[in-house]
């Protein structure tokens, strides 16, 4: 059973946190628009970038503009100190979204949910995401542990949490969180060296959390963004296909995970699958590591796309 989601005429992702900066690359254009923190006619606060990742998502269509706000960054201020920097106005703000419940993701929660100034939001996340002791095992003697995503956090920042599994549908079916993607590829087998607790004891952490967000641009295909993608990309965007009964992609955006050593095999793969996709643009962010993004620029030149906190990305209809 498909899930339909309403062709938009223009999508809109401007990055409010991703791992690089550079503010003076000059190579902005009418669609990758490029952070310029000028305020009467002076240089102002520079961009931040972490190792986390946060996005604003607009769907326009039809004269009315949805929005939606995607992870939250690493450190309890950052995404939100860009948002100043940028001079932007998140009031209008309908809804929030959670890829996974790692702290990269969800470190910014409550400094956005207070620029965004309304009680009550919308956070929409699969409920294992509250899994607990999340770390990675660096030797079978010593692990190195991560800030647990809590219910009573979440309650705390004033946000209303819906657990979903299951793809939803959100401002106005304009967006869609992906929910549970199924693991259909023989190579995206996550990471063997990180894990979790259940009453005590280690598990392996297969991120039944990692999800997505969808979106359908008129004409031109599905828009899939991804926050770390520990489920994989290619089986993240085979997934939204299915949902939305879309086949042509327009864009693949988000961190693909494929950063650190002993990834050729992986990216090899990977970069292979995503050419036979053969996306209008490949967008790698955060945790996709540069080798990586090599790869995908010799393998699909003219279609790589270069993200850095502050950019603001134009798709049209």
């Known amino acids: 059973m498909t899930t339909q989601i309403t062709a938009v005429d223009r999508v809109e992702i401007l990055t409010l946190q991703d791992n690089t900066i550079d503010l003076t690359s000059g190579d902005s254009t009418p669609m990758v628009q490029r952070a310029v923190p000028i305020k009467d006619g002076r240089i102002g606060q520079s961009i931040l970038a972490e190792h986390g990742f946060s996005a604003l ?12 706000l995607f992870d939250f960054g690493y450190s309890p201020e950052g995404a939100a100190l860009n948002a100043d920097a ?12 959670l890829s996974h419940g790692h702290f990269d993701h969800f470190g910014g929660l409550t400094a956005l949910v207070k620029k965004v100034g ?13 899994r607990f002791g999340r770390h990675m095992k660096i030797t079978e003697q010593f692990s190195l542990f991560f800030p647990d995503l809590t219910r009573e956090a979440v309650a705390a920042a004033g946000v ?19 929910g549970q993607v199924p693991r259909v590829t023989v190579f995206e087998q ?22 997505a967000m969808v979106l359908h641009l008129k004409g031109k295909g599905l828009i899939v963004l991804s926050g770390c993608a520990h ?13 939305t009964g879309v086949e042509k992609v327009h864009a693949v955006m988000g961190g693909f995970h494929l950063s650190g050593p002993g990834k050729e095999a992986l990216i090899r793969q990977t970069v292979e699958a995503m ?34 906190a502050g950019t603001r990305l134009v798709f049209s209809a």
């Open 57 to 68: 998502l607009h769907a326009r269509t039809a004269g009315a503009d949805r929005q939606l």
């Open 86 to 97: 940028l001079g932007l106005d998140l009031g209008h703000v309908e809804a929030l979204a």
């Open 118 to 130: 309304k009680k009550d939001l919308p956070l929409v996340l699969h409920p294992e995401a509250f």
């Open 160 to 178: 209303a949490p819906v657990e979903s599994a299951a793809p939803y549908p959100l401002c106005g079916d304009t967006m869609l969180f992906l």
């Open 190 to 211: 996550g990471a063997p060296n990180l894990f979790y607790l259940h009453d005590g004891e280690a598990r392996q952490d297969t991120f039944e959390d990692d999800t």
């Open 231 to 243: 489920s994989g990309i290619i089986n993240t965007v085979a997934h939204a296909r299915a949902v």
């Open 275 to 308: 050419a036979a996709i053969d996306p209008d643009y490949v967008i790698p962010t955060h945790c996709t590591g540069r080798n990586a993004v090599m790869a995908f620029e010799k393998a699909m030149p003219g279609k790589v796309l270069i993200n850095m």
